[in-house]
């Protein structure tokens, strides 16, 4: 019963080094997407897919790279990291985008110094 | 492009209150509307969902009706309990549209 899985919990991270976050769902969807949740501004779509081996930008894409080699996993990274993204990452999936409700993951905490 | 506007928090609110946050949407066309909850330290959970004119979403008591005419999908509750306490999100998306359109969260805390 385990849903929308990411990994790791929490992250600290100095300015400059890069990492990656992986989702992981075991629901066969389709569509997965990455956000960011900042105080103030809700969540922001930073990548998505709408299927394996597919990524597409959302509306803060700057500084990250996505990758979906397999449909069950969609993994984020960022190459270098900043202070700017010092945020809380959710990873979604949906069925089918649009319509289809999305379900997310617990979140993961990263602190860039 | 897609809009949504809610409510600002934070709510505050006695226990066995009724409860509204406001939503109001642009967008072409007919999208369905959406209610996310997020307990803390959790990821958002749908609520509940409406996805045509004057359909009502309901769920743990909480309702909300798609208002096409004021472009509307408000939240309710009659009585709330302490473990209402959370951050509400409305949220819409267009027939054809990939992703999803967020308010930016109301955050409502419920005291004894």
């Known amino acids: 019963n385990a849903g929308v899985t990411q990994t790791p919990k929490f992250r600290v991270l100095k300015t400059g080094q890069s990492m990656t976050l992986l989702c992981a769902q075991d629901m066969n969807h389709e569509y997965m997407y990455w956000y960011r949740q900042d105080p103030g501004m809700g969540l922001r779509l930073i990548h998505y897919s709408v299927g394996e081996g597919t990524t597409a930008k959302g509306e803060v894409p700057d500084g990250y790279n996505v990758s979906r080699l397999k449909k069950q996993n969609f993994l984020l990274g960022l190459e270098s990291a900043a202070p700017s993204q010092t945020s809380v990452y959710f990873c979604?999936?949906?069925?089918?985008?649009?319509?289809?409700?999305?379900?997310f993951g617990d979140g993961t905490r990263l602190s860039i110094l | 492009g897609d809009s949504v506007t809610q409510m600002e928090g934070p709510v505050t609110l006695s226990e066995e209150a009724f409860l509204t946050i406001n939503c109001t949407y642009t967008?072409?066309?007919?999208?369905?509307l959406f209610w996310y909850v997020q307990y803390p330290g959790e990821g958002l959970q749908l609520l509940l969902k409406?996805?045509?004119?004057?359909d009502k979403g309901s769920n743990k008591g909480f309702e909300a009706t798609y208002r096409k005419e004021t472009t509307s999908f408000h939240l309710e509750k009659g009585s709330v309990q302490v473990s209402d306490s959370a951050v509400y999100f409305c949220a819409i998306s267009n027939f054809g549209n990939e992703k999803l359109t967020f308010g930016t969260g109301t955050r409502l805390t419920i005291i004894p």
């Open positions: 409406a996805t045509k004119a004057d």
């Open positions: 979604a999936s949906s069925m089918q985008g649009g319509y289809q409700p999305q379900h």
């Open positions: 967008a072409t066309g007919y999208p369905s």
